[in-house]
């Protein structure tokens, strides 16, 4: 009895182990067909001005929706897609839609506020990276200071001299870079100075906590503070609800992006926003 026992246990577990491995096969089979068959779509999240409630930009959030695996989060599959190493077809697909579809706001509604992109440390250490984005901005003709990069820390942890180089390069042309997650990686907040960059996104984990305990919120606060010292622009992510807003109002964060203010949707739905051009942050701020 026992014998079976173990059996049917280890069965079960190699059969879960299989099925395991046949979905992530059968991702990155889908995957691989993903472009060809236009199941990417991008979103759009807006960020706010703290102080005037305008708008700052838009962040594009890419998704895919496949016939079979429906839709798929982009923590599952940007992973599959660099491991697999198709990251720089649709890291490029991504830069030309965003581009296009701020280049037709600019046409419809002389928006003039930053489209922000998320950019893979794969796709920054192509030696090609530069003449894409350089490309894209000629053949949109969109002015390249609307133009943000989002990068993350760990595209510096390997190969930080050629990684600020090529941002150097980048903000010479006048693109803007953002540091996105800011704290969950490695970085000290001395070091940022050294960085070519101009914004930072301090991580939603941050701002989560900031409705916790008094220590949670003096260090979210402290990160501010230093990072509007070095001179760099703040953007709160993952502003959730009116206390987070409060406090980062207080805090003199610069700007803010979060469910609160919008979630990421259709670019078909964003343009009542820009019509709008601002939203009212009076309304969650405590007289
Ligand atoms: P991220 O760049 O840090 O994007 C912010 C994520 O937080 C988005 O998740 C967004 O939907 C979510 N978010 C926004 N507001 C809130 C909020 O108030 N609360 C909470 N809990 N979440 C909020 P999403 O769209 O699932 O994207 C996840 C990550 O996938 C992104 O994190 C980014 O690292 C990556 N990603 C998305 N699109 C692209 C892309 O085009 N290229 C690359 N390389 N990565 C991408
Ligand atoms: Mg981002
Ligand atoms: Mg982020
Ligand atoms: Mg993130």
Known sequence: KVKNMCKNSISFFTQDMKEEF????NIEKQLKKALENNEFKLFYQPQFDMKTG?????EALLRWINPKLGLVSPMTFIPIAEEIGIINEIGEWVLKEACNQYKQWTYDFSFNGIISVNISPIQLKTH??????????????????????????????????????LLNKLIELGVRISLDDFGTGYSSLSYLKSLPIDTLKIDKSFIKNTTYTGVEREITRSVIDLVRKIGLETIAEGVENDKQLNFLYQSL??????????KPMPADQVVDIIKAGKVDLSQYIDK
């Open 54 to 58: 305008g708008i700052r930009g838009f």
């Open 22 to 25: 046949l979905k992530r096969i």
């Open 128 to 165: 090609n990276f530069y003449n894409i984005v350089s490309d894209i901005l000629k053949e949109t003709g969109i002015k390249s200071g609307c133009l943000e990069l989002e990068i993350t820390e760990n595209l510096f942890i390997d190969a930080l001299d050629s990684a600020k180089m």
């Open 253 to 262: 964060c610069d700007n803010i992006q979060g469910f609160l203010t919008g």
